[in-house]
């Protein structure tokens, strides 16, 4: 499935490098945006991520893999409180944090719990 798309794909990112456009997909001619772009995320493997597939290699052939780590919960809690209004957001940011680690430590594992800060 993810492999027939690759063709496509690779139309729209030769049209945006070289700046041509329309272009042919499927029989149909379209417009293409010279300001947009195609990115590819993935859920990591693990529990909880059924279905999960791997990128067939034509397709991953058209992207730079990006590294990602692990956000720092803090300043993304006291970012979203100072941005609502609370005053002493730096405190309530490191409580909220504590708070969300002890849950995910000590409350039994339920797909229903999300201790991110979502």
């Not at 300001?35 to 058209?62: E, H, M």
């Not at 941005?83 to 594992?109: M, N, P, Q, Y």
Request: no cysteine; glycine share 8%.
């Amino acid at each position: 499935q993810l492999s027939a798309i690759s063709q496509q794909i690779q139309i729209i990112q030769d049209a945006i490098k070289t700046r041509s456009s329309p272009i042919n997909l499927l029989g149909r001619n379209i417009d293409v945006n010279f300001n947009s772009g195609i990115f590819v995320t993935l859920n990591p493997a693990g529990k909880g991520y059924g279905g999960r597939s791997r990128l067939p290699d034509n397709l991953k052939a058209l992207f730079r893999p990006v590294a990602m780590g692990a956000p720092d919960n803090e300043i993304i809690a006291e970012v979203s409180l100072v941005t609502e209004g609370f005053v002493e957001s730096k405190d309530l940011a490191s409580k909220i944090v504590s708070l969300f680690k002890l849950s995910r430590k000590l409350l039994s594992a339920q797909q229903h719990y999300d201790w991110g800060l979502r």
